[in-house]
């Protein structure tokens, strides 16, 4: 492999481009390894234990990867991180499929399965049809949700998260990020398969929707969806607003947003499950906006189970 290949493999593992199940196919060993470190502490006496081995690996990756980027780029010490940084992601990943499967049904052999009534109600209330979301009316989901049965909302979180789904937008958090935006330029970064953007636009909301385009195998990107980076993104467009729904956890690409000039309000929708999504780290170093969940559009973020907020930061006015 070149070492293009390489450093750019490795991008996108810090990145959190790959799924978990796309990992163990790619590093098969470090999933062994990290399978019988972290499977005996899962039993609840063992949840310190669990959490110590979780921030030793994430302190090792973070301490890693600052060597990648002093050297710029070097292969060999590109080889020697790429071990570290793959564990985290993939105990990232595991922490977040565990907690969904924590609370789903299993068929037989193990496969994990959607009961027919379930099925149909779920993609009655979500979709429009096969994968492709809709906004979700807020009346009928109170009323419709409840005839699911718990561990089955988990078990659809679960699967569609495999298809880099992780969360439902109600017709009312549409219009209320809409109202935020108003006719300012607006750009959505890692936007996936472009549904926020997409329900947007519906609403009237002049807004751009682009992500590298690394999930592939998983993701089927609209042609609207312009394959950019965030950083090259925010640089080409310098759009007023910015949003993010459900970004990976610990990303590298992030903290670009508050480094562009342009950029007066940020919004992004991620799990308060800090291994889940978002990079908090940074949210909480930055020193130029103003920040805070709105309870509110937390909401509105649907379902309940996902446990999402919705973050607004806004740009401070210096005298």
């Keep these: 492999m070149m070492k293009t290949d390489i450093l750019a493999e490795y991008q996108q593992v ?7 199940h796309r990992l163990k196919e790619r590093f098969p060993e470090q999933w062994d390894a990290i399978s019988r470190e972290l499977t005996p502490l899962c039993e609840p006496e063992e949840s310190r234990k669990l959490a110590s081995a979780m921030q030793r690996i994430s302190m090792a990756a973070d301490a890693y990867h600052s060597r990648v980027k002093k050297s710029r780029g070097n292969l060999a010490v590109i080889k020697t991180a790429f071990p570290f940084v793959i564990r985290h992601q ?4 595991w922490l977040t499929n565990a907690y969904l499967l924590s609370v789903s049904d299993y068929g037989k052999e193990g496969k994990a399965r959607l009961s027919l009534w ?8 979500l979709f429009r049809q096969g994968l492709e979301r809709k906004p979700v009316s807020m009346a009928w989901f109170k009323i419709v949700w409840a005839l699911v049965r718990r561990k089955q909302r988990g078990l659809m979180l679960y699967l569609v998260q495999q298809k880099g789904i992780y969360c439902f937008y109600s017709d009312k958090l549409v219009k209320a990020l809409a109202g935020l935006i108003e006719n300012r330029p607006c750009m959505e970064i890692a936007a996936g398969d472009g549904t926020l953007t997409r329900f947007l636009r519906q609403e009237g909301v002049s807004v751009r929707a682009t992500d590298n385009h ?11 969806v312009e394959k950019l980076d965030a950083e090259s993104a925010l ?14 956890a610990g990303n590298n690409f992030e903290k670009s947003v508050f480094a562009s000039s342009s950029v007066k309000l940020y919004i992004v929708i991620v799990s308060r499950k800090a291994f889940a999504s978002g990079n908090w780290e940074v949210y909480k170093k930055q020193l130029e906006f103003e920040w805070q969940e ?9 379902p309940p189970e ?9 740009r401070k006015i210096h005298d």
Aim: with cysteine.
């Design 294 to 302: 709105d309870p509110v559009l937390s909401g509105l973020l649907l």
């Design 90 to 93: 993939m105990i990232r990943l």
């Design 14 to 20: 810090v990145a959190g481009s790959f799924s978990l």
């Design 214 to 224: 690394a999930w592939t195998r998983d993701i089927d990107y609209p042609d609207f």
């Design 306 to 314: 996902v446990d999402g907020a919705v973050l607004v930061f806004r």
């Design 235 to 248: 640089r080409k467009y310098a759009p007023a607003v910015v949003l993010c729904s459900w970004p990976p």
């Design 118 to 125: 379930d099925g149909f109600i779920i993609q009655r209330l």
